[in-house]
C-alpha cells in the first residue's frame, strides 16, 4: 500500500567550512538554485561561528570566540590538576594523558566539543573551555532557545558532530523515507576535515565536495517524493583559505628570557596569538616583539567592538594578535606541524566568507550568520501554520 504524502519538511543541512568560495557558484548543487550571495561570518573559529548560527547571539553575547578561554575560579581543567601537571614532564606519555584527561571531562559532565590538541599539558589548568554544553542540543544556550530547541519542539531531529558522517546520512534518509518528521537537521564536518588535510583547492577537496552534492542531491529527491513540500536550505559556519606561510612566534616568545606563566600567560592558536600579563615589563617585551612582526597585527578594542567580540575581563587574552590570510603558527597549541587549509581569519577575508544554497526563491538573502539563524528560525518557526 503507497503511503500518504506528508505535507512539508524544512530540511537543513549545516556543512562546516562550506565557503562562498566553494558553493558560490551555481556548479555546486544547481538543484539548490535560489541567488547565491557572500554571507560574513564572525572573528573567531567554529567555536564562535556555530555558536552563532544556532542561537543568533554575536560573540560577546555567547561568550564564546575560541576554543579555549582563560579560566577563572572554576576552570574544567582545575579538577585535573593535581596529578595532571606532576605527570606532564612525561614526554611519551602525552598522547595517554590527553585522552584520560578528556574522558574525566566527559564524565564530568562537559558535552560541547572540544579537542586537547597540544596545549602544553603543564599549563593546561590556566585555561577553560567555552563550549561545556553542546551548542547542537536542547538546552546548550541555558535560557535563550537555539535551534536545537525549535528542532526538537517542532518534533524535528538533528544529528550533531557525535554522530558518525555515513551514518547521520543514512539515517536522515530513513527519517525521509518514514516521513513523519517536519524538520531534520544534519551537521557535516567532512569538508571541514579534507580541506584542512589538503587544502580548500585539492583534489580530495573536488571529491569531497562532489561526494556531498551527490548524498544532499539523492535526499533531495527522496524529500520531494516523500512531502509536498520542501524547503531545503544548505550553508557553512565559513570558509577555508588555502595556507601560504607558517610562522615560529613560540620560538621568539621563548627567547624573551620571562617566566610563563609567572610573567605573562599565552595561548597560540592557528591564526591568533593571545596572551595575558602578570608584569608591565613583560607586557612591554611581548607588545614590542609583536610590533616587529610583519605577518600579523594587534586588534585593537575599537575593532574587537566592532566585530561584536570584546571580552572586557579579557576572556580570550588582554592581547590578541592575529594573522594575516593564508598565514599560520607553526608550532602552536593545535599542531606542531603545518596544514594546507586554515580558517579563523578575519571576517573581511575573502575565504571567510559563506553562502546560503536554497531551494526557496521567496527569500531575502541574509548577509551574516546571524541572518542565517533568523531565517531558519522563521522557517522552524512555521511549522504547524502552514498547510
Same mark, same amino acid.
Given at each position: ?14 556543512? &562546516? ?15 539548490? *538554485? ?8 564572525? %572573528? !573567531? ?29 572554576? !576552570?574544567?581543567?582545575?579538577?585535573? &590538576? ?30 560541547? @566539543?572540544?579537542? %586537547? ?32 530547541? %525549535?528542532?526538537?519542539?517542532? !518534533? ?30 544534519? @551537521?557535516?564536518?567532512?569538508? &571541514? ?16 565536495? =562532489? ?6 542531491? &539523492? ?12 524547503? =531545503? ?11 601560504? =606561510? ?69 576572556? @580570550? ?50 548577509? *551574516?550568520? =546571524? !541572518? ?16
Amino acid at each position: 500500500m503507497r503511503r500518504p504524502v506528508s505535507e512539508r519538511l524544512v530540511l537543513i543541512f549545516l556543512i &562546516d567550512a562550506l565557503g562562498y568560495t566553494q558553493a558560490g557558484s551555481h556548479a555546486f548543487l544547481p538543484e539548490f *538554485d535560489s541567488a547565491r550571495h557572500p554571507v560574513r561570518s564572525v %572573528l !573567531g573559529y567554529s567555536s564562535a561561528a556555530l555558536p552563532t548560527l544556532m542561537s543568533g547571539l554575536l560573540p560577546e553575547e555567547h561568550r564564546h570566540l575560541s576554543m579555549y578561554r582563560r579560566a577563572g575560579r572554576d !576552570g574544567v581543567f582545575s579538577r585535573l &590538576d593535581w596529578w595532571l601537571r606532576p605527570l606532564s614532564g612525561m614526554t611519551g606519555r602525552q598522547w595517554t594523558l590527553r585522552r584520560w584527561a578528556a574522558a574525566s571531562l566527559r564524565r564530568a559532565g562537559v558535552t560541547g @566539543y572540544f579537542s %586537547l590538541y597540544e596545549v602544553p599539558l603543564s599549563l593546561l589548568s590556566r585555561f577553560d573551555l567555552s563550549q561545556r554544553h553542546d551548542v547542537f542540543s536542547p538546552g546548550g544556550f541555558g535560557a535563550h532557545l537555539g535551534l536545537a530547541d %525549535l528542532v526538537a519542539a517542532a !518534533g524535528g531531529r538533528l544529528w550533531n558532530w557525535t554522530v558518525p558522517e555515513a551514518r547521520a546520512f543514512a539515517e536522515l534518509g530513513e527519517e525521509i523515507d518514514r516521513g513523519e518528521r517536519p524538520v531534520l537537521f544534519l @551537521y557535516s564536518a567532512e569538508l &571541514d576535515a579534507t580541506m584542512h588535510a589538503h587544502g580548500p583547492e585539492g583534489e580530495a577537496t573536488a571529491a569531497c565536495l =562532489a561526494s556531498l552534492e551527490r548524498r544532499m542531491r &539523492d535526499l533531495l529527491v527522496a524529500a520531494r517524493r516523500r512531502y509536498r513540500e520542501v524547503r =531545503a536550505f544548505a550553508f557553512g559556519d565559513h570558509g577555508m583559505a588555502e595556507v601560504s =606561510a607558517t610562522h615560529d612566534l613560540w620560538s621568539r616568545l621563548d627567547r624573551l628570557g620571562l617566566s610563563v606563566p609567572r610573567d605573562f600567560l599565552f595561548f597560540l592558536d592557528s591564526t591568533m596569538a593571545r596572551f595575558w600579563f602578570g608584569t608591565d615589563a613583560a607586557r612591554r617585551a611581548v607588545l614590542a616583539l609583536l610590533a616587529e612582526l610583519p605577518y600579523g597585527r594587534l586588534l585593537d578594542e575599537r575593532e574587537l567592538r566592532a566585530e561584536r567580540a570584546w571580552f572586557p575581563e579579557a576572556d @580570550y587574552g588582554e592581547a590578541i594578535f592575529l594573522l594575516r590570510e593564508g598565514e599560520i603558527l607553526v608550532p602552536s597549541f593545535m599542531s606542531g606541524q603545518p596544514v594546507r587549509g586554515m580558517h579563523g581569519y578575519h571576517p573581511n577575508d575573502a575565504s571567510m566568507y559563506t553562502t546560503l544554497l536554497s531551494n526557496c526563491r521567496d527569500l531575502d538573502p541574509p548577509t *551574516d550568520l =546571524a !541572518g542565517i539563524h533568523a531565517l531558519l528560525r522563521r522557517e522552524i518557526g512555521s511549522i504547524g501554520q502552514a498547510g
